[in-house]
């Protein structure tokens, strides 16, 4: 089983910066961040893959970007020129055989 905990989630003013935090029990190769809002579904914020490299969605594209820290069983995400509708709970999200989620750390952005 891998256990992901998240970290980094707050109160922002619109054009504000976060960086979100997850730390896995173990290594995984297949990482990323999800998001939900209210009323919404669940979306996919950026992954990184061994094959096909990292992906973004089209509405975090040039303001978000992830990395991780291979030592540290870690993936970021840094969140730039942060907007109201970046609101929502985020998830940390890995595949290790099976799909694993953190439990969400929530992002707030004020107007």
């Known amino acids: 089983q891998v256990q992901l905990v998240e970290s980094g989630g707050g109160l922002v003013q619109a054009g504000g910066s976060l960086r979100l935090s997850c730390a896995a029990s173990?290594?995984?190769?297949?990482m990323g961040w999800y998001r939900q809002a209210p009323g919404k579904q669940r979306e996919l914020v950026a992954r990184?893959?061994?094959?096909?490299?990292?992906i973004y969605a089209d509405s975090v594209k040039g303001r978000f970007t992830i990395s991780r820290d291979n030592a540290k069983n870690t993936v970021y995400l840094q969140m730039n020129s942060l907007k109201p509708e970046d609101t929502a709970v985020y998830y940390c999200?890995?595949?290790?055989?099976?799909?694993?989620w953190g439990q969400g750390t929530q992002v707030t952005v004020s107007p």
């Open positions: 990184q893959t061994l094959r096909i490299g990292t």
């Open positions: 999200w890995a595949e290790y055989g099976i799909e694993y």
């Open positions: 173990r290594s995984i190769n297949t």
